[in-house]
């Protein structure tokens, strides 16, 4: 897909923009967890998560290829949206994005003050998608998928930053989305040549990956309960599901109760606010606490955008 150069390219041109992000090793999560742990801290992006990465790069590829882009269309549970809005105000190129009703107050609110345009359909984030794909055809907009290449070389630049910064590491805990953050790992794991594990979580209400993987083919939901939305996908992106099966140790699902726990671990232990989908990798190591001890771990904490209501319902409640 792309070499190293190529990677080390796309974190030079996202440094004109944002710093790299930190990793630190907690020491109160290690006596939690049995285990040297380091997190990747990407709830310090300018977006709060991520996926602000691939959308910088995704949509400087697209305006090298057309000059004159006459604007952008997706669908989004957040974080996604979020990055396009962000990389299309310093770009210039208007961004259209729709969203399932009832998704998140507080990162509709964001997408908006970033500059984008925001409608309401669907459902699900499926639905949305499907809608956005009809959109684009019909108002001239270019389509910007949640997968693809562009995508996963953007996100690839944590896993750099990671692998080199706390280099070492046996395995590294990442959760599914789409897919872009794990592919990313496993690009820039096999482009630097190491032997980390890496290891996929998920809902155990939204295991479309988890299922496919095992069935040995794509297998769809009919619905994706988890009020962990960036891992709330019903339809597993066949190229995404490709890279995770020849380069993923194993995928783990965790329930809504382990990551509620995880969410408020990382405040416990380092006064970090994770949202669900950024706290599922430590919920994954929990579950996997005995088989990790005494081991070099890597966790993604991939954003932190949660809202206060549903961190006061769901996370608060159990506490």
């Not at 706290?279 to 949660?306: C, D, H, Q, T, W």
Request: charged share 20%.
């Amino acid at each position: 897909m792309f070499d190293l150069l190529a990677l080390e390219a796309a974190a030079s041109r996202l440094y004109r923009i944002m710093p790299p992000t930190p990793q630190f090793a907690w020491p109160l999560l290690a006596a939690r967890c049995g285990a040297e742990v380091w997190v990747k801290h990407e709830n310090h992006t300018p977006t709060g998560a991520f996926k602000v990465r691939g959308g910088l790069v995704l949509l400087e590829t697209l305006q090298r290829a057309r000059p004159g882009l006459p604007g952008v269309i997706s669908a989004t549970r957040g974080n996604h949206g979020q990055s396009l809005a962000f990389a299309g105000a310093r770009l210039g190129i208007p961004v259209t994005i729709l969203v399932p009703h009832g998704n998140s107050v507080e990162k509709n609110a964001a997408m908006r003050a970033l500059g984008a345009r925001l409608l309401e359909y669907g459902a699900d984030f499926d639905e949305a998608r499907q809608e956005a794909a009809r959109l684009a055809g019909a108002e001239g907009l270019v389509f910007a998928p949640s997968f693809a290449p562009e995508l996963v070389l953007g996100v690839a630049t944590y896993a750099l930053e990671l692998f080199r910064g706390a280099p070492g590491l046996d395995a590294l805990y990442v959760p599914i989305g789409l897919g872009s953050g794990i592919c990313g790992c496993i690009l820039a794991r096999d482009l630097l040549g190491l032997t980390t594990e890496i290891i996929g979580v998920e809902s155990t209400e939204a295991g479309s990956y988890g299922k496919s993987l095992a069935a040995g083919r794509r297998v769809t939901l009919n619905s994706a309960a988890t009020q962990a939305d960036g891992i709330a996908t019903r339809e597993p992106d066949a190229a995404a599901l490709e890279i995770i099966s020849r380069g993923a140790a194993r995928v783990v699902s965790v329930t809504e109760d382990e990551i509620a726990a995880a969410i408020r671990a990382y405040w416990q232990d380092t006064h970090n606010l994770a949202e669900g989908a950024g706290a599922a990798p430590l919920a994954a190591l929990l579950r996997e606490k005995g088989r990790m001890a005494g081991k070099r771990i890597g966790l993604v904490l991939s954003g932190g955008n949660i809202d206060l209501a549903l961190f006061r319902d769901w996370v608060l409640a159990g506490a």
